[in-house]
């Protein structure tokens, strides 16, 4: 009988511990920051045309400035609301966009359309789950000249992220993203030849654990950007 006991006391201990232990893993785990890698998939999905990111923003400026770049448009301005959705097999979202816009002119020639736009909403991939809003100005300018327009500005898109691989993760993200140069076709489907950024993306894990990370984009055209952060990594993302 007293082996008996010491079994069943030890059986105790042993499946106390490993409940503890199974605990405080899951505890570190939801406080786990986000890999180099998931950040890489918050920056390309805010671009990300699949999943209504900038990328799209740039091309709807683009799209636009071929309709409103004459002289019997100055000082025009504009507001609309766009609502965009879509569910996939892989991928999901739906956003709604408040677009604000207005012809500059000097000497009744076009010279600049300048876009305002805020953005709400979700998306999901296969890596990932998103609930975030963005604040964005666009300055389209070469209006007149040249083949592509060329568009600089900047966005601050803050939102809350669920990562479905590895640690499954959650975090808070504020995303700073500045436009140098954008160039995009004027002709349909306006894509993005070229240009740069920097970015800056911040947050805090589950439990208020903070990171950082930082870097730059380079627009290769062909709907493709490399992403290379401050350590040097590089990635080459789709758009």
Do not use: H
């Amino acid at each position: 009988m007293k082996k008996t006991f010491l079994n069943s006391a030890f059986a105790t201990l042993l499946i106390t511990s490993l409940t503890l232990f199974s605990s405080c893993k899951k505890e570190e785990n939801t406080d786990t920051i986000p890999t180099q890698e998931e950040a890489v998939d918050i920056v390309s999905n805010a671009l990300d045309t699949d999943v209504a990111g900038q990328t799209s923003d740039f091309e709807q400026t683009a799209k636009t400035s071929a309709t409103y770049s004459s002289n019997s448009y100055c000082g025009f301005s504009k507001d609309s609301v766009i609502t965009k959705s879509f569910t996939g097999t892989n991928i999901s979202y739906n956003y709604q966009f408040n677009w604000n816009w207005a012809v500059v002119c000097t000497q009744a020639i076009p010279n600049t359309i300048n876009f305002n736009l805020t953005t709400s909403g979700k998306y999901e991939t296969l890596r990932m789950k998103s609930d975030d809003n963005s604040t964005t100005n666009i300055a389209v300018t070469n209006l007149l000249t040249g083949t592509n327009y060329i568009a600089n500005g900047s966005t601050i898109r803050n939102g809350t992220q669920t990562s479905k691989v590895r640690n499954m993760s959650q975090f808070t993200s504020k995303l700073e993203i500045t436009y140098s140069n954008i160039n995009i076709n004027k002709t349909s489907p306006y894509r993005i030849q070229s240009g740069n950024a920097s970015f800056n993306l911040t947050g805090k894990t589950i439990n208020g654990t903070n990171y950082a990370y930082s870097g730059t984009i380079t627009f290769l055209g062909s709907q493709s950007a490399t992403l290379t952060f401050a350590n040097g990594n590089s990635f080459t993302i789709q758009l």
